[in-house]
């Protein structure tokens, strides 16, 4: 979707479009609704009459070849208050209704209201984010399917501070989004940690992303870190584990980094502990905790963010197979710390540890927060709707919500404490991977195995289990089954609390 802004004068019929033209509840109608009306003598406002078109949110008339005007379509649309008006939901809902209408060019008269410049940079944001498609192995796409937008235009009082707006955060925003919901759109045999590895190194080499520097660690180099933890999961498949790290210097040189480590299990069968058949196509989205800190590393590159951030990834394939892993199997970590694998489907925080362990170690981080699509119990306990967070501080925990409530990625604290904790000591080791039968508490207990391996450092994990893909997320900025949940969130932390 190519984007603009331009200035509010309707230019009817010099671009072939649909107009879209909000009405606000008590609020003066805009010079474009009035132009517009005055060209097709009444139409407007009589249509907007006869639908009743208020400015109540959600009542809208479309006017099919206005007479008298040359613009294709106008959308006359309700839209509430003004004061609770959300751009970003606004673009992203009309972009929706008319993805596929057969007009190419969108112009939304965001004019006329008193918005902001921020606000024409979001309601693009909306429209890039509702565009959002992943058809590229669909060969059999009728014509009619497929969207015939293009190019959406913002008009507003300022172009050249929206257009500013836009390339200084929202774009880059939109972008980091699209490209973690590819990746976790992509299927397992597309997207496997070899070639996952090389699709982020190909980064250094981007004209955005310039700047942003790629390492990949294979097998045996992870090997002699001690990784056994993160090699014990990826041990069961034909394809080796990898651990990429992204390093973004924008900060001041000698300033310690934040880093952000992501899940990466490129497929999730369970391993020995085979997780059943049905639905189990969904786990080639267990790297969505990764796929969100490409995202935002792309975007926090791509904005020129004055940050020294680090992204971690571990890229592994959990796999049943001779040479897995079995229960009851005993590995060391990174860390020194011994883990007997009761469970092999609770792979995730095998990789974590390691991951977790070698950003503290080779970075010594101000703050390091995780994502990952890590237990089914975070979906019994929250839905679809937040993410939990679990921190061993305060102000990190803060920190987040905020950030939160600045990206419309929601998350929930969830605690962790001693008693907690004690549920994965082990006779045999000095942990388990999971907690005591019965226990129930299995996020907690995920999040309490995670605090073994990050020291004193300030740290925050998010479980994206119900979030990083939709079973009932109905938003229209989430068109697709991937979200890319928590790139948006991770790029507003680095921007609120780590930049200047
Ligand atoms: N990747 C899964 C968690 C998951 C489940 C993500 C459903 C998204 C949707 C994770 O590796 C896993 O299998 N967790 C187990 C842990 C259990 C064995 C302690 C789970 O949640 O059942
Ligand atoms: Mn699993
Ligand atoms: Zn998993």
Redesign the pocket.
């Given at each position: 979707m190519k984007v603009s802004f331009i200035s509010p004068e309707i230019k009817d019929g010099q671009i072939k479009s649909i107009a879209i033209l909000p009405v606000f509840k008590g609020a003066k109608l805009s010079n474009a609704y009035k132009d517009y009306d005055k060209l097709s003598k009444k139409r407007v406002s009589s249509a907007a009459k006869a639908g009743g078109v208020d400015g109540s949110a959600g009542k809208s008339v479309q006017i099919v070849g206005p007479e008298g005007t040359k613009t294709n379509r106008l959308l006359v649309t309700g839209c509430g208050k003004l004061a609770d008006f959300n751009a970003e939901k606004f673009g992203a809902q009309v972009t929706k209704t008319m993805l596929m209408s057969g007009e190419t060019t969108l112009i939304i008269h965001l004019d006329g209201h008193d918005l902001t410049p921020t606000d024409a940079a979001q309601a693009a944001l909306g429209a890039v984010l509702a565009a959002y498609r992943f058809d590229k192995y669909r060969t059999k796409l009728a014509a009619d399917k497929k969207p015939s937008l293009k190019t959406v235009k913002i008009a507003v009082e300022n172009p050249a501070q929206a257009r500013k707006a836009w390339n200084n955060f929202y774009g880059p925003v939109g972008e980091g989004t699209n490209i973690a919901r590819d990746l976790v759109m992509e299927p397992a045999n597309k997207l496997y940690p070899t070639s996952y590895a090389a699709r982020i190194k190909k980064m250094e080499t981007q004209k955005e992303t310039m700047g942003l520097k790629v390492q990949i660690l294979g097998e045996a180099q992870m090997a002699k870190l001690g990784m056994g933890a993160l090699l014990g999961v990826g041990q069961g498949s034909p394809r080796a584990s990898q651990l990429v790290i992204m390093k973004w210097s924008g900060g001041k040189k000698g300033t310690k980094p934040v880093c952000l480590v992501g899940k990466g299990?490129t497929f999730?069968t369970?391993g020995i502990?085979l997780?059943p058949g049905a639905g189990m196509w969904?786990?080639k989205?267990?790297m969505g905790g990764s796929a969100a800190v490409v995202g935002a590393m792309h975007t926090i590159a791509a904005r020129k963010a004055k940050a020294n951030v680090i992204g971690i990834v571990g890229l592994v394939e959990n796999m049943p197979d001779g040479k897995a892993q079995n229960p009851g199997d005993i590995v060391t970590s990174m860390s020194g710390q011994t883990i007997e694998v009761q469970?092999t489907?609770?792979?995730?925080r095998l990789v974590l540890a390691d991951a977790l362990w070698y950003a503290k170690e080779k970075f010594k981080p101000k703050a390091m927060v995780n994502l990952a699509?890590?237990?089914?119990?975070i979906?019994t306990c929250l839905g679809h709707e937040y993410a939990g967070l679990f921190s061993n501080s305060d102000e990190i925990s803060d920190q987040m919500q905020t950030a939160a409530d600045n990206s419309s990625e929601a998350v929930w604290r969830l605690p962790l404490n001693e008693a907690y904790d004690k549920l994965i000591d082990s006779p045999n080791a000095d942990m388990k991977n999971?907690?005591v039968p019965g226990a129930g508490a299995?996020s907690i207990t995920?999040g309490q195995f995670l605090q073994r391996f990050v020291g004193d450092v300030p740290w925050a994990h998010l479980d994206i289990?119900g979030t990083?893909w939709k079973a009932s997320r109905t938003d229209p900025r989430e068109p697709s089954w991937a979200t890319g949940f928590g790139a948006r969130l991770m790029n507003r932390w680095v921007a609120d609390n780590y930049e200047g």
């Open positions: 299990v999730d369970g502990s997780k969904d786990m989205g267990d469970n489907d609770a792979e995730g699509t890590l237990t089914g119990a979906i999971i907690t299995g995920a289990a990083a």
